[in-house]
């Protein structure tokens, strides 16, 4: 059974770096073909696709928030850790993660979501 | 990199069926033949899957939701619609630069 859960601040100020972390079981990130990847939705608004880390350590960003995202994975703790910095109010959202299984480009399995808000 | 287009809003009745389009481009939609899933969320849920690789449905979705793909467009269709479908859709695409994209998004009203 996949299970992922997000945790991190509920509050930044704005200009502030925000981390999150995606704790998940049921499957390990040393796992050939494995991946964890970010998603976002600001209140009332689409969902926004972040990165994505491999279990090879190779990772892709999204090409509009490349600049301010980094994303790192602990094999051992089950976890991988998103940064973003300069955070501004625009980027009040709940952020997700989610599962990545092998060979696949799409999240069968999410976490929960946390609801971030930036404060200016 | 624009978010593929989608219908913002679309509507039916009961038992009706109704296509949700997803149009992009051959950097996006159109990049691979398969990869593109769709996602339906309801309000404050969090989004699940309904159909991945174009066409193909996970275990347990309903067989009332289908997807299908041609050159830059994919689509969902929800046919017998029920008042539970009533929900936002989005279609997700791996593009030619191997990143992922979320189509705008369409609220689905069942009348």
């Known amino acids: 059974q996949i299970t992922l859960k997000e945790s991190g601040p509920t509050q930044v100020k704005r200009t502030q770096t925000l981390t999150l972390t995606c704790t998940f079981s049921?499957?390990?990130?040393?796992?050939?073909?494995?991946?964890v990847g970010w998603v976002r939705q600001p209140p009332g608004k689409a969902l926004e696709w972040l990165a994505l880390?491999?279990?090879?350590?190779?990772?892709v960003y999204s090409p509009s928030l490349k600049n301010r995202l980094t994303v790192t994975k602990d094999t051992s703790r089950n976890q991988v850790v998103l940064t973003m910095t300069n955070m501004d109010p625009v980027d009040t959202a709940t952020y997700y993660c989610?599962?990545?299984?092998?060979?696949?480009?799409?999240?069968?399995?999410w976490g929960q979501g946390t609801l971030v808000t930036v404060s200016s | 990199q624009s978010a593929p287009t989608q219908p913002a809003s679309v509507s039916g009745s009961p038992g009706q069926s109704i296509t949700i389009s997803c149009t992009g481009t051959?950097?996006?939609?159109?990049?691979?033949?398969?990869?593109v899933s769709w996602y339906q969320q309801h309000p404050g849920k969090v989004p699940k899957l309904l159909i991945y690789?174009?066409?193909s449905r996970p275990s347990g979705v309903s067989d009332r939701f289908s997807g299908s793909k041609s050159g830059n467009t994919a689509s969902l269709t929800i046919s017998g619609l029920q008042p539970d479908d009533e929900a936002d859709y989005y279609c997700?695409?791996?593009?030619?630069?191997?990143?992922?994209?979320f189509g705008a998004g369409t609220k689905l009203t069942v009348l």
């Open positions: 690789n174009a066409n």
């Open positions: 880390i491999y279990w090879d350590d190779n990772k």
């Open positions: 997700l695409s791996l593009t030619a630069s191997n990143t992922l994209l």
């Open positions: 051959s950097s996006d939609v159109g990049a691979y033949k398969y990869y």
């Open positions: 049921g499957f390990s990130l040393s796992m050939d073909g494995m991946g």
């Open positions: 989610a599962h990545r299984d092998f060979g696949e480009y799409f999240f069968h399995y």
